[in-house]
């Protein structure tokens, strides 16, 4: 059993800041890419943020520079450090995690149960 446990969002003015995290626990032998997505009201769910095992960074639509990923190896964690947040960054952000199960050593796909992202005065 894998869990992916998310923290960290909440209520912030525009051009405040948040740090999301996301921890994975349970039988897990090897982590490989983590993600960050998120889902605004209407929208589909869009990519915001990969890291690979090795540590190299992807982001979506223009918010390098806002936005960083990073993770702990281990702690099994993924971080989204949002600067400068404006009210479209509104969403539901939710982790997604690619990994080896340490029960079978199968590869699978986690996602975390979201956290609400609000920004507005």
């Known amino acids: 059993q894998v869990q992916l446990v998310e923290s960290g969002g909440g209520l912030v003015q525009p051009g405040g800041s948040l740090r999301l995290s996301c921890a994975a626990s349970?039988?897990?032998?090897?982590?490989?890419?983590m993600r960050w997505y998120r889902q605004a009201p209407g929208k589909q769910r869009e990519l915001v943020a990969t890291?690979?095992?090795?540590?190299?960074?992807n982001y979506g639509n223009s918010l390098k520079g806002r936005f960083t990923i990073s993770r702990d190896n281990a702690k099994n964690t993924v971080y989204l450090q949002m600067n400068s947040l404006k009210p479209e960054d509104t969403a539901v952000y939710y982790c997604?995690?690619?990994?080896?199960?340490?029960?079978?050593?199968?590869?699978?796909?986690?996602w975390g149960q979201g956290t609400q992202v609000t920004v507005s005065s």
């Open positions: 997604n995690v690619d990994l080896a199960r340490a029960s079978d050593n199968e590869r699978a796909n986690y």
């Open positions: 890291i690979t095992s090795g540590g190299s960074t």
């Open positions: 349970g039988s897990i032998f090897s982590i490989y890419s």
